[in-house]
């Protein structure tokens, strides 16, 4: 196993990152990739068409020239030399949304996830947007209810693909009202960071630490110093009781230092310092 400190950049991304626009988040993408090759892991679809289009055309205008796609029907397909000659020569993966069980009841435990490890590991970026943002944690939510307050039975969990490991992912997380769940999500897993992404919004994660890029917020739920739940005796339509839980919510520029668990401001911007 290498060190963490050879472990390359992972860029975490909400959803519906801007195509179009500044396109700040795919400028990060684009910046990490470089020269190198780009495969774009479509796995958690199951209708891909057109993905990889957008991608080299977005991307592409920005320096990415060698891109292609990994595309799975089958958790076969992961054992056969065609995947693994896809990953050839990469030096970045880009796992797009769909459905984050798709990704690893594919990969899970093949030959294929090995690689893709073996490139974070020496130094790839790995990133993911929507659900291929959820599988990058070492747990991640597969189902769960909405926009209503925690209650036993409504969270379907899995194992995620740990590159970003102790903690829980989860996305469009403002715009679908997600805050529940992933409070509910963290009382199960206490020792897990609870990370909800907004749309349009990634970390960037390098060093031990990440920062926050985008338009929208990033919101840190903390259990560390949870004192009290109710998680483990919730009887049918009880709501969840946690105490002691922290939420930190950050936006552009800020930076999070996973060791300490600890935030820190966006630097001054420009022109904004006090007189």
Do not use: W
Not at 190 to 201: A, F, R, V
């Amino acid at each position: 196993m290498s060190k963490d400190n050879s472990r390359g950049p992972l860029v975490i991304i909400g959803g519906h990152e801007d195509h179009e626009g500044d396109r700040k988040i795919l400028k990060e993408v684009a910046k990490r990739v470089g020269e190198g090759k780009l495969v774009l892991a479509t796995i958690a679809s199951r209708e891909p068409e057109g993905t990889l289009e957008k991608y080299q055309t977005s991307l592409g205008e920005l320096g990415v020239t060698d891109i292609c796609e990994l595309y799975l029907r089958d958790r076969e397909e992961a054992f056969g030399t065609a995947a693994l000659a896809a990953l050839e020569g990469a030096t970045a993966i880009f796992f797009s949304g769909g459905d984050q069980l798709r990704i690893t009841s594919h990969i899970g435990g093949t030959p294929l996830l090995d690689r893709v490890v073996e490139i974070f590991q020496g130094g790839g970026m790995i990133a993911g947007t929507s659900a291929g943002a959820s599988v990058l944690g070492g747990t991640m939510i597969v189902a769960g209810s909405q926009d209503a307050a925690y209650r036993e039975g409504d969270l379907s969990m899995a194992p995620g693909l740990g590159l970003l490991p102790d903690a829980i992912i989860d996305q469009h997380f403002a715009e679908r009202g997600r805050i529940a769940r992933l409070v509910g999500a963290v009382a199960h897993n206490p020792s897990h960071l609870g990370i909800g992404l907004d749309e349009n919004t990634a970390i960037l994660v390098e060093d031990g630490q990440f920062m926050v890029c985008g338009s929208g917020s990033v919101y840190m739920i903390d259990a560390s110093d949870m004192t009290r739940s109710n998680v483990a005796n919730l009887e049918d339509d009880e709501a969840l009781s946690a105490h002691g839980m922290k939420l930190h919510v950050l936006s552009e520029g800020d930076i999070f230092d996973l060791s300490t668990r600890t935030p820190k401001p966006a630097p001054p911007r420009q022109g904004k310092d006090d007189a």
